[in-house]
């Protein structure tokens, strides 16, 4: 069973800086892209980055510049730097990854729990 868990997440002053990371366990064929999703109070979620197993990345506008997505395959992890946070960044932060069980099987998303980021101003 795989297993995506998140870490790093906590209370930061705005214009302040975080690190959140997020790392994949248990048995797997591959990984293809990750990412994060964000949902705020009462918000949809939404997606805030990407990056693929060679490395291209994308953001939504609203972090573009201030954010940075990165990953270490050797260790199926994926991290979001988060820099000059604004209140409207507070969210739970939700790691993915497309992956695979089997050589031959599907990519299929999987999930993490959550990490809790909250901005304040």
């Known amino acids: 069973q795989v297993r995506l868990v998140e870490s790093g997440g906590g209370l930061v002053q705005s214009g302040g800086s975080l690190r959140i990371s997020c790392a994949a366990s248990?048995?797997?064929?591959?990984?293809?892209?990750m990412g994060w999703y964000r949902q705020a109070p009462g918000k949809p979620r939404e997606l805030v980055a990407t990056i693929t197993s060679g490395g291209n990345t994308d953001y939504a506008d609203s972090v573009k510049g201030r954010f940075t997505i990165s990953r270490d395959n050797a260790k199926n992890t994926v991290f979001l730097q988060m820099n000059s946070l604004e209140p409207e960044d507070t969210a739970v932060y939700y790691c993915?990854?497309?992956?695979?069980?089997?050589?031959?099987?599907?990519?299929?998303?999987?999930w993490g729990q959550g990490t809790q980021v909250t901005v304040s101003s």
């Open positions: 248990g048995s797997m064929f591959g990984i293809s892209t």
């Open positions: 993915y990854a497309a992956l695979r069980v089997t050589g031959t099987g599907p990519y299929t998303n999987q």
